[in-house]
């Protein structure tokens, strides 16, 4: 079984700054996918970036990068120029590389909260 | 192009009782899969349908139990509900094989 640790409950940054997320995991699989999902007071679930493991360059979306590292199964994301519209709770998850497998799973969360 | 919806929005439910839960997955796809998340932690997967068949099931009892119907979309049933079934249900699909899952905005259940 896969699981994801997200050990920072909240983080508060202030607008136009930068913020790191941390994120770990483990799995004994060789081929998955890690995702950082968005959710803010409206409830959906918004993909963030999404980084493929094989794929040894970092994902990057505009003002969202992350920090891959497979061997230490490290994925922070880093949001840069924090708006005050990125406060949302920010999920890591991780998903099997297997045309038959959906399951994503999900880290406790980060509160990011941006300060005017 | 309208995305995953879910209804209904809300919903208050007493103890024992039964509810259904829909969903219609986003256009072009054909697999919708269902997650519990409840008050301040992160969704749990309950299950996945494709091809109108239950193809994936997390840690969740037979008390949770789905349907997908030709269409692609969803229902999720939870019978002899219990107060800790109090959460939002999220409903997600999904197209190809590694393309990422959209979700809708929820059922928020509430159970007293």
């Known amino acids: 079984a896969q699981t994801v640790t997200q050990s920072q409950p909240e983080m508060s940054v202030q607008e136009a700054e930068t913020v790191t997320l941390s994120c770990t995991y483990d799995?004994?699989?060789?081929?998955?996918?890690l995702f950082w999902y968005k959710q803010p007071p409206s409830r959906q679930m918004i993909l963030v970036i999404r980084?493929?493991?094989?794929?040894?360059q970092n994902a990057t979306e505009n003002r969202f990068s992350v920090n891959f590292q497979k061997a230490a199964k490290s994925f922070s994301l880093k949001i840069s120029d924090s708006q005050l519209g990125d406060t949302a709770m920010y999920f890591c998850?991780?998903?099997?590389?297997?045309?038959?497998?959906?399951?994503?799973?999900f880290g406790a969360g980060t509160t990011v909260t941006v300060r005017a | 192009d309208a995305g995953v919806t879910q209804s209904p929005t809300h919903l208050i439910k007493t103890r024992g009782q039964q509810v259904t839960l829909r969903c219609s997955p986003k256009s072009g796809h054909d697999t919708v899969s269902w997650y519990q998340q409840a008050l301040g932690q992160g969704p749990q997967f309950i299950f996945q349908?494709?091809?109108?068949?239950?193809?994936q099931r997390g840690n969740f009892p037979d008390r949770f139990s789905g349907h997908q119907f030709p269409n692609y979309s969803s229902e999720l049933n939870v019978n002899a509900l219990l107060l800790g079934d109090s959460a939002l249900y999220l409903c997600a699909s999904r197209g190809q094989p590694g393309s990422p899952l959209h979700f809708g905005n929820g059922t928020r259940l509430t159970v007293t």
């Open positions: 349908y494709y091809e109108e068949e239950e193809r």
């Open positions: 998850a991780f998903m099997k590389h297997a045309s038959n497998d959906y399951k994503l799973s």
């Open positions: 799995t004994s699989e060789n081929n998955y996918y």
């Open positions: 980084q493929e493991a094989y794929k040894q």
